[in-house]
C-alpha cells in the first residue's frame, strides 16, 4: 500500500489544475440542447488544442500517453474545477477504448484523431424499442451488398443520447437472420448523414432534447465499417458495455467534486437534521475512490476488468442519486427550481438504467462474482 | 500510488486464514459462550448456561477459567500467537512482527470471518504495542478495554485496559469489581464495572501512557480492527448464505437462481465491497500517519458497520427459518455483528466526528 502522489504524478495535478482554473468555461447551457452541443463543442475542442482532451490516448491520436493514475489526477481536476461533462464522452471513453481493443490501423487513423478533436461526434446505437435490457434481441439488421462491398441497414434505434447533434453512431445490427440472440450481431460505424438515415430527437425527463430515435432504411455501410468481425459483434459490444459500467465512464473525481460541492452547501445553509445524510454522501464517494483505486492497481498490473465494473456502476450510480437527493433536502423549497442541482437530480436517475439497468448489474454480481446459478433468461 | 497488500501482510492474512479455516469450527465458537454451546444452553437446562451461573467470577484461576470448553479457544489463540499475530504491532525487539496496520487490518479480517471468540482486537491491536508483555505475545493472557462501565471479554481478560482522557491505565481483573452480563453474543463474555468500583480513585491501576498522540492511536486501532472484524464477519455471512441458496431448492429449483434473493446478496456485495477498501485506506493512512486518518478510520468504522448489518439482516432472510435458529451456525455471526455495531462508537457517533472534521458541524 502506498496512497501518495509521486512528485511527478503531483506536478501533472498542478499543470492540469492550473490550465483548467484558467481556462473551464463559466455557465455554459446545457449540453443536451442543440446550442448548448455547439457551445460544449468548443470547449472540448479547446480542451484538445491544449492536448487535455484525450490525456490517456497515445500522443499520436491526441493523447499524452498518461499513465491511468494520471488520468484519475486529470479527471479529480476536471470536475473540481467546475467542469461540465464531456458531450464528446461516448465517443472517447467509449468507442475508442473498443477502437484500440477491436479496430484496425485505418480505422484508428480514420476515426480517433477526429474524435480527441471533437470534429466527430458519436452516440450509442444499442437500445431498440424491443431491446433495452435485452440488448441480444435487437432487431435491426444489415443485409449484404456485395456489388457495393458493404452492408444496408435498415431498422430503428431509440434513446439514443446526444443522437440529434452527433455526427457518427456506433451500434449493433442483426448481419445473419438465421442465428440465435447474441449471435449473428455485427458492430457497425455509422455516420449519420449517410443517405437513409433520419433523426428525430425527442426530451429526456430534464426537458431537453437529449435522446433521439434513429431510423435506417438500407443505409449503406462499407466493410471497413465493421468494427471486429462479423457476425461476432456482440463480444466487441461487451467491452463497449464494460467501458460504460466501470472505470472510463465514471471516474471518482466527478463524485468526489458533488460531494465537496455537497458540503459547501451545507455551510452555507446548515440543516443539522440532514448532516449525516451530507456525511454519508461524502464517505461514500470517498469510499468510490479507494474502490477504484484498488481496482487502478489491478488494471495497471495488467488484469483485466471484469465483472467487477458491475460493481463499480452499482456503487457509484447509487451514490449520485443519494447525493442529489440529498443535495435537494438541503435546497428545500429551492429545491423544485430548475438549477445545477435539480438538473444533477434528473440526470442521476438515469445512471441506474444506462449502461445495463441496475438489476441487470445485480444479476451480473450474483452470478458471476457470487456465484449464484443463472436464471431463466437468455 | 499502490492499492495492494504488501508481501508480509499477505503472508501473514494467509498463514492465519489458514490456521483459523482449519481449527475454528463452530464448536471452537460455540465454546466460546456461557455454558460453551454457544446459545443452545437454554435448551433444557434451568440453571442456564448463563454468566453468573459459572461461578467463576470474579476471581482468582487460570485464563478463562470460568468458561466449560473456554480452552477450545485459548487453543487456538495460543497457535495464532505462535505465528506472531499477537505481536503484529509490536517491534521485533520486544519479541513483535514489527508490521504496521497494513498487516493488522487483513489479519483481524481473517479473525472475524473465522468467528474466533475473544478480544482479539483489544488484546492485538489496542495493548500489544503498549504492553509488549512476553504472556500476552505467547496468547496466554488476553487483554479486554473498558467503555463506560462495560466491559467486552471482561469474564475472560486478565487485564483490563480504561482510557482516562488522554491516558490509558492497565487493571488486573481483580481490581475491579466485575458483574458478568448476559449478551446478546454470548462469546462477548460481557462484564459490567461494579458502581462501588467506579467511584473514587481507581484501584491498581497502571499508567499505560499519558501522551494524548499514542492514547489516541490505540484508540484508533481499536476502531480500525473492529472494522476489520465486522468486514471479515459479513464476508462469512455471505459465503454461508451463498452456500445455501444454491443448494436450497424450492419450487424445484435452487433459490438462488432467484431475482429477488440474488439482488439481496448483490446488494449486500456492493456494500462490502465499498466499505474494504475504505479500511484498508485507513490502516495505511494511521500507519503512514496522513493528515485524515482518523476521519478515513471513522469512515470505515461506518461502512464496515453498515456493511455488516446488511449483511446479517439479508443472511438471516435468505436463510428463511433455518437462520432463525440457534442451532444452525449464522447467528454466531450475526450476533457479533450487531454487538460489534455500537463498539467503538456507531455510525451515527462516527459520522459526527466526520462531521466535525470536514467542518459540517451541526448548525
Redesign the interface.
Known amino acids: 500500500?502506498?496512497?501518495?502522489?509521486?512528485p511527478a504524478?503531483e506536478a501533472f495535478r498542478g499543470e492540469a489544475r492550473g490550465w483548467l482554473e484558467a481556462n473551464v468555461p463559466r455557465g455554459l447551457p446545457s449540453g443536451d440542447t442543440r446550442a448548448g452541443f455547439a457551445a460544449h463543442l468548443e470547449w472540448e475542442r479547446a480542451l484538445h488544442a491544449a492536448q487535455w482532451a484525450v490525456v490517456s490516448w497515445p500522443r499520436e491520436y491526441g493523447g499524452r500517453d498518461a499513465t491511468l493514475?494520471e488520468w484519475l489526477i486529470f479527471e479529480e481536476e476536471y470536475y473540481r474545477a467546475g467542469a461540465p461533462q464531456r458531450v464528446t464522452q461516448n465517443g472517447i471513453f467509449l468507442l475508442a477504448p473498443t477502437l484500440f481493443e477491436f479496430g484496425t490501423p485505418p480505422q484508428r487513423d480514420r476515426y480517433l484523431p477526429r474524435m480527441a478533436a471533437a470534429q466527430d461526434t458519436w452516440c450509442q446505437g444499442w437500445s431498440e424499442p424491443g431491446a433495452g435490457s435485452d440488448l441480444a434481441a435487437v432487431r435491426s439488421s444489415a443485409v449484404r451488398d456485395a456489388a457495393g462491398g458493404g452492408w444496408r441497414l435498415s431498422g430503428q434505434k431509440t434513446w439514443t443520447t446526444r443522437g440529434a447533434f452527433c455526427t457518427h453512431l456506433f451500434g449493433l445490427f442483426r448481419t445473419d437472420p438465421a442465428a440465435e440472440r447474441h449471435r449473428g450481431l455485427t458492430y457497425f460505424l455509422v455516420p449519420l448523414d449517410a443517405a437513409g438515415v433520419t433523426v428525430r430527437g425527442f426530451p429526456r425527463l430534464d426537458g431537453d432534447e437529449g435522446f433521439a430515435d434513429v431510423f435506417f432504411d438500407e443505409v449503406f455501410v462499407p466493410d471497413s465499417d465493421v468494427l471486429g468481425t462479423v457476425n461476432q459483434g456482440w463480444p466487441v459490444a461487451m467491452a463497449t458495455a464494460g467501458s460504460e459500467r466501470g472505470l472510463t465512464l465514471r471516474s471518482p473525481g466527478r463524485f468526489t467534486a458533488s460531494a465537496d460541492r455537497l458540503?459547501d452547501r451545507?455551510?452555507e445553509r446548515?440543516?443539522?437534521a440532514l448532516?449525516?445524510r451530507?456525511?454519508?454522501s461524502?464517505?461514500?464517494a470517498?469510499?468510490?475512490q479507494?474502490?477504484t483505486?484498488?481496482q487502478?492497481?489491478?488494471l495497471a498490473d495488467g488484469q483485466a476488468s471484469g465483472p467487477e465494473a458491475s460493481?463499480a456502476k452499482?456503487?457509484w450510480s447509487?451514490l449520485d442519486v443519494r447525493l442529489h437527493e440529498t443535495a435537494l433536502a438541503l435546497l428545500g423549497p429551492e429545491g423544485e427550481l430548475d438549477g445545477p442541482w435539480s438538473r444533477g437530480f434528473l440526470f442521476s436517475l438515469a445512471g441506474p438504467i444506462y449502461a445495463g439497468t441496475n438489476?441487470i448489474?445485480?444479476?451480473v454480481?450474483?452470478?458471476r462474482?457470487?456465484?449464484?446459478?443463472?436464471?431463466?433468461r437468455g | 500510488m499502490r492499492f495492494e497488500l504488501s508481501d508480509e501482510a499477505t503472508a501473514l492474512r494467509d498463514a492465519a486464514a489458514g490456521l483459523l479455516a482449519a481449527e475454528v469450527t463452530p464448536a471452537v465458537i460455540r465454546a466460546g459462550w456461557p455454558g460453551g454451546d454457544g446459545g443452545l444452553a437454554d435448551v433444557g437446562r434451568t440453571d442456564g448456561g448463563r454468566p453468573g451461573g459459572d461461578g467463576g467470577l470474579p476471581g482468582e484461576g487460570p485464563p478463562n477459567g470460568g468458561r466449560p470448553n473456554g480452552g477450545l479457544a485459548d487453543v487456538v489463540w495460543r497457535k495464532l500467537a505462535a505465528l506472531g499475530a499477537v505481536g503484529t504491532l509490536v517491534p521485533e525487539e520486544h519479541g513483535g512482527l514489527g508490521l504496521d496496520e497494513n498487516s493488522l487490518v487483513p489479519l483481524l479480517e481473517e479473525v472475524g470471518r473465522s468467528g474466533l471468540p475473544g478480544p482479539a482486537v483489544e488484546t492485538i491491536a489496542v495493548a500489544a504495542p503498549l504492553l509488549p508483555r512476553p504472556d500476552i505475545l505467547a496468547g496466554d493472557t488476553l487483554v479486554a478495554v473498558r467503555h463506560g462501565d462495560l466491559i467486552p471479554f471482561g469474564q475472560v481478560a486478565e487485564v483490563i485496559v480504561a482510557r482516562d482522557g488522554d491516558s490509558l491505565l492497565s487493571f488486573g481483573r481483580n481490581d475491579l469489581e466485575l458483574i458478568p452480563q448476559v449478551a446478546v453474543d454470548g462469546s462477548r463474555m460481557l462484564a459490567r464495572v461494579a458502581p462501588a468500583s467506579l467511584s473514587g480513585p481507581a484501584r491498581g491501576g497502571t499508567v499505560l501512557t499519558d501522551d494524548p498522540a499514542v492514547t489516541e492511536a490505540a484508540w484508533q486501532r481499536g476502531v480500525l480492527g473492529t472494522s476489520a472484524l465486522l468486514i471479515g464477519l459479513a464476508w462469512r455471512m455471505l459465503e454461508l448464505t451463498v452456500g445455501y441458496v444454491r443448494q436450497r431448492e424450492q419450487f424445484g429449483v435452487p433459490v438462488g437462481s432467484f431475482q429477488a434473493v440474488k439482488h439481496a446478496l448483490a446488494n449486500a456485495l456492493v456494500a462490502v465491497e465499498f466499505a474494504r477498501p475504505v479500511a484498508l485506506a485507513a490502516a495505511w493512512a494511521q500507519a503512514a500517519g496522513a493528515a485524515g486518518a482518523a476521519r478515513q478510520t471513522s469512515a470505515a468504522k461506518v461502512l464496515a458497520t453498515d456493511a455488516a448489518q446488511l449483511v446479517a439482516r439479508t443472511a438471516i432472510q435468505c436463510h428463511g427459518a433455518l437462520g432463525y435458529t440457534t442451532e444452525y451456525e449464522l447467528h454466531l455471526f450475526a450476533k457479533r455483528v450487531w454487538a460489534l455495531a455500537a463498539a467503538w462508537g456507531d455510525p451515527a457517533a462516527h459520522r459526527a466526528l466526520i462531521a466535525d472534521s470536514i467542518g459540517v458541524a451541526g448548525g
Open positions: 500500500m502506498d496512497l501518495r502522489w509521486s504524478e493514475w458540503l451545507y455551510r446548515p440543516s443539522p448532516r449525516d451530507v456525511v454519508q461524502w464517505i461514500e470517498q469510499a468510490y479507494m474502490f483505486l484498488q487502478v492497481t489491478r460493481l452499482l456503487m447509487e438489476e448489474q445485480r444479476n454480481v450474483a452470478e462474482l457470487l456465484g449464484l446459478p443463472r436464471g431463466p
